[in-house]
């Protein structure tokens, strides 16, 4: 509860909107002791008294009533007839909703089409109709907003349950005997509460508007009896001539139905999953900077990363996910980045072109130089102008990257021409060439086809071919090849291998698999708690590392042909990035560590073509005497 009101007030129009929807609530529950006079009493004499009028703050009405009076059991008629119709539209809305999107087939066409019948009416009309089959009362208007907002309620949740009907844990709620009620109360009826909540909470204000509206025509509470609605429907022949008795009804309309759509906003931001780990707004198009130092020169390097350092501000938590790398690569080199997952190596690569998610993430440091030119903190206009064009991206699952809806072919030329001027005939012949170099066979006839007609190797050979589109200088691959099966991902190295050599491009390949590495890489970088602990060419670290990191590291790879070797795995975990150790992040796993590792920050040292964090680098005797 105290996480949900945290995430919940971090949204500051929700927390505005909390409080004064409070503030109105406690009124509305202390009217009845508060000393007004009754809302119903008519004093003619005392006709349309203006607002601060003595005996009267707010001034009087057309028969001489208190509007103070009438204003808050007005408020809480209103409020209890739109809470009452959400309730009511919410339970049996979601109640049919669970129930065709669980059950299926004839059934749920039935219920669907029968709502279909329903949402086709506009709702203010189906409101209206149901008001006068029933006759003008209160009690029928509440019943009518309930009516018309069923559909939408049943609509939704079936949604949300035919997504979940077919789930794993449905089936083995089957496998276990239970019914079709238990099923729907015990497995589906949690999964989509939350669903339902947000759906209450962002909608409970349209239906106090509707109800107000329905009071406004007359067709609600009746005289003498006083709602928000019907006080402004009384008021509206005295607009002109004393517009306090319109405005005093109409603002606190206003206030209600915005401070609950306020907080039915923030709520179902705290609800959601997708956003408890970061902040409540929508990420910005490039990452932010805020560095406290400053940058050093570039380096004329293609691309170089110089003490990058990215950070992730959640709450009060500072995440330091990339603490310091500095790396290069120019052109025909692959640079390889290793470590286990969590290392930083994918918030490094994002970092190059500012993708990193803000909020919450940030640059606090350092410089990423591309040709000589700085790009952190360059504007988004020069970013997307070297997105996709000099620097691509290759990421791990294709069908994030690959629109559904879209064919392979129009996704390739869109790629082209957001960079670039191409005619259309132009482009797609391209799009065949591109789908040519990667190697896919029949290409004029696969340029055609959806992404989900491809098999996972062919899906990402295009997502290469995408990124090979406009011959771009440097490919940022992060681990494209581990969701695929050994054959495919041999296939898509080599690709990528002969692609480097024919075009003289620059690779920086993302992985925690040394002998990708190996196969494909020129230097490799080993990467511990979103820092550099080793970097140098591929096969001097390979035949002697000398980091305890890498040494342990290369120790859980199987051996094919090497005879029986056990796999040694590393004890411990890795620190949380929010509570680094002072020394080295290592220490707490290294049977080589001692006090003064664990006293103070360890810097990278050059060593000849190497460079090695670690004051004390092991040998090869020391690991096989410890192995």
């Not at 957001?418 to 990667?438: C, I, M």
């Not at 490919?475 to 190295?493: F, H, K, R, S």
């Amino acid at each position: 509860m105290i996480q949900f009101l945290n995430l919940l007030f971090r949204n500051r129009l929700a927390g505005l909107g909390a409080g004064m929807l409070v503030l109105i609530l406690l009124i509305a529950l202390i009217t009845p002791v508060l000393p007004l006079p009754d809302p119903n009493i008519t004093a003619t004499a005392d006709r349309f008294m203006s607002p601060f009028s003595e005996g009267h703050l707010l001034g009087t009405d057309h028969l001489g009533r208190d509007l103070l009076s009438r204003l808050l059991s007005g408020t809480r008629l209103s409020l209890a007839v739109g809470v009452a119709a959400a309730l009511i539209a919410t339970v049996i809305g979601s109640s049919i909703g669970i129930v065709a999107g669980f059950l299926g087939g004839r059934t749920d066409n039935i219920i669907m089409r029968l709502v279909d019948m329903l949402m086709a009416f506009p709702y203010i009309l189906l409101a209206l109709a149901i008001v006068a089959a029933l006759g003008p009362g209160l009690n029928n208007a509440l019943i009518a907003v309930a009516a018309v907002n069923v559909p939408f309620f049943a609509r939704n949740i079936r949604g949300v349950t035919v997504g979940l009907a077919n789930k794993e844990f449905v089936d083995a709620a089957r496998l276990n005997g239970m019914s079709n009620g238990q099923i729907i109360f015990s497995e589906i009826l949690p999964n989509v509460l939350p669903v339902i909540v947000i759906a209450m909470s962002t909608t409970i204000g349209w239906m106090i508007l509707e109800t107000a509206g329905l009071s406004f025509l007359g067709l609600g509470s009746q005289p003498p009896q006083a709602d928000l609605g019907s006080m402004l429907g009384e008021a509206r022949a005295a607009l002109i001539t004393f517009p306090h008795t319109s405005v005093v009804p109409g603002i606190m309309i206003f206030l209600i139905v915005m401070s609950i759509n306020l907080l039915g906003d923030g709520v179902r931001d705290a609800i959601d999953p997708r956003l408890k780990s970061g902040a409540l707004s929508r990420p910005l198009p490039a990452t932010i900077v805020e560095r406290k130092e400053v940058p050093p020169t570039p380096d004329k390097d293609l691309l170089s990363l110089q003490e990058l350092r990215t950070e992730f501000h959640v709450g009060e938590r500072v995440y330091k996910a990339v603490g310091g790398v500095s790396l290069k690569v120019n052109k025909g080199e692959c640079l390889g980045i290793i470590g286990e997952s969590g290392s930083g190596k994918s918030v490094t690569a994002l970092s190059v072109m500012g993708l990193v998610a803000s909020p919450p993430g940030k640059i606090v440091g350092g410089t990423v130089s591309f040709q000589g030119k700085d790009l952190v903190g360059a504007s988004y206009n020069e970013l997307r102008s070297l997105r996709g064009d000099r620097v691509a991206y290759i990421f791990q699952d294709p069908l994030s990257t690959l629109h559904p809806l879209y064919t392979v072919g129009d996704q390739l030329i869109e790629a082209m021409q957001a960079h670039r001027s191409v005619p259309q005939k132009d482009a797609q012949a391209r799009a065949v060439e591109l789908l040519e170099a990667v190697r896919i066979p029949n290409a004029a006839q696969r340029v055609k086809n959806y992404p989900h007609e491809m098999s996972g190797g062919m899906r990402q050979r295009v997502s290469i071919a995408m990124a090979l589109a406009n011959e771009p200088d440097v490919i940022i691959a992060d681990e494209p090849t581990t969701a695929l099966d050994v054959t495919v991902q041999a296939q898509i190295l080599s690709l990528l291998n002969d692609l480097r050599r024919e075009r003289d491009l620059a690779i920086v390949f993302i992985t925690h698999d040394f002998g990708v590495v190996a196969q494909l890489c020129d230097r490799v970088a080993v990467m511990y708690a979103g820092q550099i602990v080793e970097e140098g060419p591929t096969a001097a670290i390979l035949d002697d590392p000398q980091h305890p990191y890498t040494k342990r590291l290369m120790a859980c790879v199987p051996e094919l042909g090497g005879g029986k070797r056990e796999l040694h795995a590393i004890a411990g975990l890795p620190p949380a990035v929010d509570q680094l150790p002072q020394g080295c992040a290592f220490a707490a796993r290294c049977e080589f560590a001692q006090e003064v590792c664990r006293q103070g920050g360890i810097m990278l040292e050059p060593k000849g073509e190497r460079a090695v964090r670690c004051l004390f680098p092991v040998n090869a005797d020391q690991i096989e005497v410890t192995l």
